[in-house]
């Protein structure tokens, strides 16, 4: 027996140190709106509530693309309703992008390096900041914002970052 809970210890061991070689990133979901916000994401994060000054944390594991928007309007009874910008299908908790118009903050948590952008090819609802803790800040305080992409074969707004950092998405910066 003894030899064999040894082999499993090992394995164990391994497992914890892949997982904690592997890249992943926090990003911080702020509100600075007079009215609140439901920001969601896919294919992490899903939704939730932000009232004017709160703060929302969701953990993104490596090798995730996917990106995190502002709804407004919202109303909610459990965990479906509808949102008059960027609704996704009328649930709380986003397994669909929202509808057009959505300000999006898009990402690639990789390994060495990440990617993140902003994007107003699906229009503009939101004045959004996005900054990663080794990148530069991304201002986008209304349509048309020159740090964004504007149409769908703009491939010149996507901005490196080194791996394992963080993220910081403003609403109403």
Partial sequence: MAPRAASSSVLLLILAALAAGASAATFTITNRCGYTVWPAGIP???GT????????????????????????????????????????????S??????????????????????????????FNQPMD?????????HCPGAGCPDAYLFP???????????????QVTFCP
């Fill in 44 to 46: 992490v994060g899903g």
């Fill in 49 to 92: 509530q932000l009232n004017p000054g709160e703060t929302w944390t969701v953990d993104v594991p490596a090798g995730t693309s996917g990106r995190f928007w502002g709804r407004t309007g919202c109303s909610f009874n459990g965990g479906s309703g509808h949102c008059d910008s960027a609704d996704c299908a009328g649930a709380l």
């Fill in 94 to 123: 986003c397994t669909v992008s929202g509808q057009t118009p959505a300000t999006l903050a898009e990402y690639s948590i990789g390994g060495s390096q990440d990617f993140y952008d902003i994007s107003l090819v699906d229009g």
């Fill in 130 to 138: 996005f900054s990663c803790s080794t990148g530069v800040n991304l």
């Fill in 153 to 167: 074969k703009d491939d010149t707004k996507t901005h490196a970052c080194a791996g394992n950092s963080n993220y």
